[in-house]
């Protein structure tokens, strides 16, 4: 039952989420709003709120403060992925102070230029110090190099998490490299993404209805969890949460077997003067960096060659038919894959 004005003695007042709520308010660090419910109350109930609101944002406060205190966040690459993330999470009003490193001088004029970052850094230690939430957004096998030059300004409770593809060896080498530092690391891949790069390639919109995976191990404990999530939701994702094991075999063959595809389809071609847009389509994605995906066949090789099996055994099917010349059993097969394309991306 909800607490509700009409109703102000209600036992379901005292829920947690309705006394944060009025507590926050109460001392303006809140989405202002009137107090529909505790002006209804006598002093004794009142007293009571009181405390019982000072307890729940308390515990609030201890296990989830994202919800309801400013954050710092530090983006550590500001390419089209974490360009995006600063422009998405300032577009859509996150009380957060979001601080960037890159290598790159211009790179950092342009973060500030286009308000993706509060402050930029050169130096990863000094990027993160302050940062309750670090996003590695570099090439998967350069994650655990970066986060070891940010070891010196880890806060302790830090949350470090990332946008890679991969996510089994990333978790297993940011685990041993964080053990005893009082971080801790939560794998994250929003899967979303364009062909272009660069931090001139940033979109606020980037992560609008885009699915994130969230993939914690075993050992983490679920605010850091929540704290992830909660990121990627600011940003406008939908959420998921999986094993990393289970991450990497489902997208080696939905993310990572269509880009090896569509990059062996380019040098398939010679001329071209003959491409239309079939070829364009298919291959766009072949466009992507070349480092993020060798980094992307490296890190997920046994889930992508089970997938390379699999896509062989369908090359194998439509080879026979062409073989045959079979014209009734060729149209089953397109309509087959037609069918089944509508019924995997349908809404």
Known sequence: MKATEDNPADPSLWENDIAVHHFVNLFGCGPAGPFPVFENL????????????????????????????????ALMGLGLMGSSLGLALK????????????????????ALALGAADAVFSDPSEAVKDA?????????????????????????????TDVGSTKAELSVSMGELLAGTGA??????????????????????????????????ANVVEEAVCEVSN??????????????????????????????????????????????????DTTRIA??????????????APALKAALKTFR???????????????EKLTEWFTAARDHRKDLLSE
């Open 231 to 280: 990121l990627w939701e600011n940003a406008g994702s939908t959420i998921r949460v999986m094993t990393p094991k289970v991450h990497d075999e489902i997208l080696a063959a939905t993310s990572h077997l269509p880009h090896v595809i569509a990059t062996a389809l380019v040098g398939c071609v010679n001329d071209g003067l003959f491409c239309g847009t079939g070829f364009r």
């Open 313 to 327: 055994k369908r090359l194998d099917e439509v080879d026979a038919l062409v073989e045959a010349g079979d014209g």
């Open 132 to 160: 309750d939430l670090i996003v590695f957004c570099v090439p998967i096998l350069t994650i655990p190099e970066l986060a070891k030059a940010c070891l010196s300004g880890l806060k302790r409770g830090a949350i470090l």
């Open 42 to 73: 006598n002093l004794k109930q009142r007293a009571h709120f009181f405390f019982v609101s000072f307890a729940a944002f308390c515990k609030t406060l201890l296990s989830n403060p994202w919800k309801i205190i400013m954050k710092t966040i």
């Open 91 to 110: 577009k859509r009003g996150a009380d957060v102070n979001i601080h960037a490193y890159a290598r790159r001088a211009e790179t950092r004029d342009a």
């Open 287 to 300: 466009d992507g960096s070349p480092e993020v995906w060798s980094d992307v066949v490296r890190t997920n």
């Open 184 to 217: 801790v690391f939560v794998g994250s891949h929003p899967i979303c993404g364009s062909e272009r790069q660069g931090i001139m390639a940033g979109n606020a919109e980037l992560y609008e209805g885009a699915l994130t995976v969230v993939t914690p191990t």
